[in-house]
């Protein structure tokens, strides 16, 4: 194994959060989260992000809070859903600002058209969007129709993501979800002709049968569509979390080497059509907001990922959403009944959180600087007290990346170099002191 490939294969997790969703505790509840959002401030803004956790059917790679359906019954009646826990949040929370507003899933057009202008609605007449900034929309192309884009443009989505993972008609086998380049193009089309401009198209390596040239083409036809973002995430094999990836054969998964190979060889096709890298994963067009937002230190990262997303909180909405408040995390009931038995009552749904410390503060700090920036000043981020010497164990953590050429120690100074990025993850992890008394297993590093 390569010393690449052995930093890739030690298991941390994706630093979506700090501390991470693991350690969230059911000591945090309702009353928490209540009084955390009647303590924002009037001007604080808003970040909203309403999750629906229904596919019409399961791709085998899935690590998402999600569950096939057939009918329709149940989806509507979780939209209703859905409108009542705005209400429930409306209420306590007072008309803020939102800047950015965020469907995901699951399948979030699963609603259909009536039940998504509904929703909108609701949050109109909750929340004040006249300044909403993103409004964006995870797409599975394959359900992509014009009647669709029609009622998303009219509710002001201006941003797609488009799932496609890798176009190769064997790897799509695999992973049990078959699209051709032609249904995405035509999906991109229908978008773009509804005035919904910005588009994003996920990729995905390390996926059953997929090899470095899958992964090179996949890159090639995706930039052909010319989407302003393209994001590469490494398919992370959790069946012990995701009961239906054990129907993936764990013999027809790339190597860890391979996998460093295939993100290597992707970025490389971005890189060459202009593509400006974003952190650990993402790469916009130079003139995206992303791309601006990572030039100059402002790229956020939290549940969605990496955004430009200027927001005070972020408020999540529906089953196993979490949500951000300058007090600490809140994470909905996952499952779908409890969620709704409380929503319904004119409760929240909160299962579980953490209230942040103020070490946790400035280690969540240190750790979002090196996932966004690929570098960060310790006594830049916390003041004096966050000085070298305060954290000289994890900087004697970081040894074997320094010594492979992956992390540089200049004074107070942490640097990953270019090479490192891929293993930004590893640098993270060695300022996460949940970690080593973790017992959840993650996925591989790259
Ligand atoms: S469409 Fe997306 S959310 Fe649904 S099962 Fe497939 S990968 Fe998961």
């Given at each position: 194994m390569t010393i690449a490939a052995l930093h890739a294969a030690r298991n941390v997790p994706?630093?979506?959060?700090?501390?991470?969703?693991?350690?969230?505790?059911?000591?945090?509840?309702a009353d928490f989260y209540a009084r955390w959002l009647a303590e924002l401030p009037a001007a604080s803004t808003l970040s909203l992000y309403i999750h629906v956790p229904f596919c019409t059917e399961l791709c085998l790679y899935c690590g998402c809070h999600t569950k096939a359906v057939r009918r329709r019954e149940p989806v509507e009646r979780y939209a209703g859903r859905l409108v009542d826990e705005i209400g429930v949040i409306g209420a306590v929370a007072g008309r803020h600002r939102v800047v950015h507003l965020h469907w995901g899933g699951g399948t979030p057009s699963i609603l259909k058209e009536a039940w998504l202008e509904r929703i909108t609605d609701k949050l109109v007449s909750t929340f004040?969007?006249?300044?909403?900034k993103e409004h964006a929309i995870e797409l599975d192309p394959r359900c992509v129709t014009q009647p669709l884009v029609r009622a998303l443009a009219g509710i002001g989505i201006n941003r797609a993501s488009l799932g496609v993972q890798d176009f190769a008609p064997h790897v799509q086998q695999a992973i049990g979800r078959i699209q051709s380049y032609d249904v995405v193009a035509r999906a991109a089309a229908l978008l773009r002709e509804s005035g919904i401009r910005y588009l994003n198209i996920d990729l995905m390596y390390g996926?059953?049968?997929?090899t470095t040239e899958d992964v090179i083409r996949s890159a090639d036809l995706a930039v052909s569509l010319q989407p302003q973002r393209l994001a590469l995430f490494g398919y992370a094999h959790v069946p012990w979390f995701k009961?239906?990836?054990?129907?993936?054969?764990?013999?027809d998964l790339p190597s860890a080497s391979t996998r460093v190979a295939q993100m290597e060889a992707a970025a490389r096709v971005f890189s060459g059509h202009g593509y400006q890298p974003i952190g650990l994963d993402h790469f916009a067009k130079p003139d995206d907001e992303l791309a601006v937002a990572a030039r100059t230190g402002r790229l956020r990262r939290n549940f969605q990922g990496y955004t430009a997303d200027p927001a005070d909180a972020l408020i999540g909405i529906g089953a196993s959403a979490i949500g951000q408040l300058p007090q600490g995390f809140v994470q909905n009931e996952v499952d779908i009944t409890g969620y709704s038995r409380l929503v319904e009552t004119g409760h929240f749904a909160t299962a579980k959180g953490i209230a942040f410390t103020g070490d946790d503060t400035l280690r969540a700090a240190i750790i979002e600087r090196l996932m966004c920036d690929l570098a960060v000043d310790l006594e830049r981020v916390g003041g004096e007290s966050a000085a070298a010497t305060r954290f000289e164990s994890e900087i004697a953590g970081l040894a074997p990346l320094v010594q492979d050429g992956l992390v540089r120690i200049d004074g107070s100074r942490i640097v990953v170099s270019e090479a490192g990025r891929p293993f930004v993850r590893l640098v993270a992890a060695a300022f996460d002191k949940y970690l080593a008394a973790s017992k959840t297993p993650h996925s591989a590093a790259v």
């Open positions: 994706r630093y979506t959060s700090y501390p991470t969703a693991p350690h969230f505790d059911a000591a945090i509840g004040d969007l006249s300044a909403l996926l059953p049968r997929q009961k239906h990836q054990r129907l993936i054969d764990i013999s």
